[in-house]
């Protein structure tokens, strides 16, 4: 079996589609799917504004060896997130400030690395979201071991395909197939627009309880 298993370069999602989902909050999805939401370990290594959105590059690369997270860097394009398995390393930090520049310079929207970063300070220098578990200051070398790009990934215990939308804020990453991205945006739409509309109720003296139907079910419940 060859040790480097290279998939094709996919599609990237559609730009309105990513729009699209730039204009919702995660949390806000996340009170409708549970799926394709990564381990929130994964946190961002300096505070990120807004919603990312961007198109899986996927790398699979073993514990101590980054070389092909080295090469994928000329398949990466603007609007690519590149999504990182460690293989169950959780030791070695294949991604610093080097590899992050070369993402940027290649247009990569962010880095969602299972696993720590080196060189924090340098790559929030640099500009590009990183979400990874943390730091760490043994890194990787070119050992030239193998691994896997373009090929389906796990990430924060998320499969991830190549192709697939990822989004990112403050909250966290999710990953959707683009097949059933529009009917989740259409859904997080209607919940987003109904949003804090209970505001100036609860400022004018009315309880939340009271609205959200809270109270009433924990008042049936004591009665039985």
Known sequence: MKKYQIGAVPP????????????????????????????????????VSGVLTGTAVTVAIPGTDSTLLHHAMSVVRPGDVVVIDRLGDRRHACL???????????????????????????????????????VSAITTRLNDLGGALNLPVSCGNVPVMPGDLVVMDAC?????????????????????????RNRGRIEAGEKLGDLSGATRLVAAALEG
């Open 96 to 134: 610093g400030g080097g590899v992050a520049f070369a993402a940027k310079v290649a247009g990569a929207v962010a880095v969602v690395l299972d696993g720590p970063c080196t060189d924090p300070d340098e790559i929030i220098e640099v500009g590009l979201p990183v979400y990874c578990s943390g």
């Open 12 to 47: 990237q999602v559609d730009a309105g589609l990513r729009q699209g989902f730039a204009e919702v909050e995660i949390a806000t999805i996340g009170h409708f799917r549970h799926r394709g939401f990564v381990d929130r370990r994964l946190r961002p290594i300096a505070p």
């Open 172 to 196: 966290g990453v999710l990953i959707l197939p683009p097949s059933e991205a529009p009917e989740v945006l259409e859904e997080a739409r209607i919940r987003q627009a109904r949003a804090g």
